[in-house]
């Protein structure tokens, strides 16, 4: 296996400086209380980072737990209710660091996830000898830092305003900017309508992606709905839809585009 050159220890299971995989293709495990599973495209369980699927059955619950760094879950089907409120399909939810938390599903439900960073888990929750849903979770005490904030920022993906980029086809709705957190990085989802073709550039950090629907071509390989996709630092990319794509990107640093000078793709 092959490490990427970023700030951030991850290994992904081919030696390719963009790896794609199917959501069919991942692998499922049950996490550490009843009716939770997960499916990583990368997990890294030191520093807390993980990028793939969470799922939760029917009245499921996530136990207490505190979000050290940002988490991402755009939620796929179904939806999470805790004490702040619910986030339903289409909506992405941000936990940011310090939100303090128990979720529970009162429907099947299941989410494309990012984590940044570690999550403590209140003493006693959940079985000692299975991996917890978050990555890098352990046992803690804790103090919710902000209790007049609310744990969740759930956005509707299909209300957020859709802007023009200098790529002719290509929408951007800025998701999460990162502010306020340790790390300047972007959370986007980006629409390609027919035909498509993004100029090409090199990445200076990591990109990771999650096809919503439609399908792309990233460095010749189709990446189609329920896909994701992982470009390494130092990358050279070339990326366009012939039939219409919408995805979701967290991009960790600008791109240099290759042809000529334009605004970053992902926001920066």
Known sequence: MKEPMSSTTIQYPQGDRVYTTSARDLTWVDASRPGLRKAAVHENRETGRFLG??????LASSGL?????IAFSYMLSGGLTDYAGTTVAGQMGINMPGATHDAIAYVPTLMASRLDGPVLYAPGVGAENVPPLHAGGRS?????????????VSLTLADLPAWPTAVAGLTRRMICDYRG???????????MIPGTRVPPFR???IIEIFVLGGGMKVN???????????????????M?????????????????WL???????FGF
Not at 53 to 58: A, H, V
Not at 141 to 151: I, M
């Open 140 to 152: 803690e005490t804790f103090v919710n830092p902000r209790p007049e904030e609310s744990p969740d």
């Open 203 to 205: 990445t200076r950090q």
């Open 220 to 238: 010749g390989k189709l990446v189609l709905g329920g896909s994701f996709c992982v470009i390494e630092p130092d990358t050279e990319v070339s």
């Open 53 to 58: 699927l969470l799922s939760f059955d029917t």
């Open 259 to 265: 042809d000529a000078a334009r605004p970053d793709l």
């Open 65 to 69: 737990h505190h979000h050290v760094d």
């Open 240 to 256: 366009g839809s012939g039939f219409g794509v919408e995805f979701i990107a967290w991009s960790e640093g600008r791109v240099e």
């Open 181 to 191: 957190t340790r790390n300047d990085f972007r959370n986007v989802a980006l629409k």
